[in-house]
């Protein structure tokens, strides 16, 4: 039960964070929001185990991180565009997979 509410608390932060990057969203901060809701619905749900969300959220901190130095200058690329979205799909695609891997915390 710690864990489950640890883990809750750990999505709740991340998503209070995008919530309140969405009132001015591009549409790389919408598809993590997306992709946030998806992992919090494989939480509610059973499909993700507590290592499972720890992998994802790692991923999703590390393009929230590609993005910040992307941002740095001033003037996203389209290079780096192309990196951040290259890293979203991933991030989908490990979503979708840990979700339907059968392996589930209950």
């Known amino acids: 039960m710690k864990k489950a509410i640890f883990i809750l608390g750990l999505i709740l ?3 209070v964070g995008y919530a309140e990057a969405q009132k001015k969203t591009p549409v790389t901060t919408k598809r993590q929001i ?3 809701k998806r992992i919090v619905h494989g ?3 059973g499909a993700l185990t507590k290592g499972e969300v720890i992998q994802l959220e790692k991923q999703q ?3 929230n991180r590609t993005k910040q130095v992307a941002k740095a200058d ?3 690329t389209n290079k780096e565009r192309a990196i951040i979205q290259h ?3 991933k ?3 490990n979503v979708y997979v840990k979700k339907h ?3 589930s915390r209950n």
């Open 13 to 15: 932060l991340t998503a």
């Open 34 to 36: 997306n992709q946030q």
């Open 43 to 45: 939480v509610k749900n």
């Open 61 to 63: 901190k590390h393009i």
């Open 74 to 76: 001033g003037v996203v």
């Open 87 to 89: 890293k979203q799909n």
């Open 91 to 93: 991030a989908s695609a």
């Open 101 to 103: 891997n059968g392996i």
